[in-house]
Nanobody
Framework: QVQLEESGGGWVQAGGSLRLSCAPS??????????VGWFRQTPGKQRELVAT???????TYADSVKDRFSISKDGAKTTVFLQMNSLKPEDTAVYYC????????????WGRGTQVTVAS
């Protein structure tokens, strides 16, 4: 049974950087044929799509993180990263990675999240 595991969250001062990682566990899995998304959620607010990377490595970003965040894959397509630079207090959230197959309408496989806290 495949699972996704996020890592790399923590506490950082405003203006600092963090790199989040998303990797599968429990089975052999490749991100080559799925879209991977990073989401974030703060209590009381709607879950927000932060960035995506498709099977062919096309990327999208929320306007709020453009030019600050970068999503990428490793060469083996077994890990997806979210490099976060110039962090702001409003970036504070639990960050989740998820995957979507081409024939699925929704992201269906989710990790349990990693906390990112940005101090003012």
């Amino acid at each position: 049974q495949v699972q996704l595991e996020e890592s790399g969250g923590g506490w950082v001062q405003a203006g600092g950087s963090l790199r989040l990682s998303c990797a599968p566990s429990g089975s052999i899995f490749s991100f080559r044929f799925v879209t991977v998304g990073w989401f974030r959620q703060t209590p009381g607010k709607q879950r927000e799509l932060v960035a995506t990377i498709s099977g062919d490595s096309a990327t999208t970003y929320a306007d709020s993180v453009k030019d600050r965040f970068s999503i990428s894959k490793d060469g083996a397509k077994t890990t997806v990263f979210l490099q976060m630079n110039s962090l702001k207090p409003e970036d504070t959230a639990v960050y989740y990675c998820a995957t979507k197959r081409e024939f699925d309408a929704d992201f269906t496989l989710w990790g349990r999240g990693t906390q990112v806290t940005v101090a003012s």
